[in-house]
């Protein structure tokens, strides 16, 4: 079952609990029009679960440069807390920047959210 949702005019955003990991999924679009709401939809995830995330892109239309800068926020913010951040996202369509900026290559990305959970790390 959903713990938060968060909706802009062109974005959805969705958190559930799978144990003490958030997963959170964003649908639609992700950009610089939607950041205030993805900031404050990251800020919630982080206060309920602290540093230990799966963001799921499976979803996305689009993906811009500030986003990209956003989900590199959030994957340091979780690594300076002393957990991590791993997302879900295939090498094609909205989530193709992920590959193309360098982020694919240090931050992990999974092809389904199923596998992104099962190589979490262990956590206290």
């Keep these: 079952m959903s713990d938060l949702h968060i909706s802009a ?6 958190v559930e609990t799978s ?4 997963v959170l999924t ?3 679009t992700l950009d610089y029009t939607t950041h205030d709401s993805a900031t404050e939809f990251f800020d919630k995830a ?3 679960f602290g540093p230990h995330l799966v ?7 689009f993906l811009d440069s500030r986003a ?6 959030c994957w340091k913010r979780a690594v300076d807390e002393g957990g991590w951040l791993s997302l ?9 920047v992920l590959w193309i900026t360098g982020l694919a290559f240090h931050v992990p990305v999974y092809p ?11 956590h206290d």
Excluded: K
Aim: aromatic share 4%.
């Design 9 to 14: 005019p062109t974005t959805r955003y969705v």
């Design 26 to 28: 964003v649908r639609g």
């Design 19 to 22: 144990g003490s990991v958030g």
């Design 55 to 61: 963001v799921n892109l499976l979803e996305l239309d």
């Design 46 to 48: 982080f206060a309920q």
């Design 68 to 73: 990209t800068g956003l989900l590199i926020g």
């Design 88 to 96: 879900v996202a295939v090498e094609q369509g909205a989530a193709r």
């Design 112 to 122: 389904t959210v199923e596998e992104a959970l099962a190589a979490t790390p262990a």
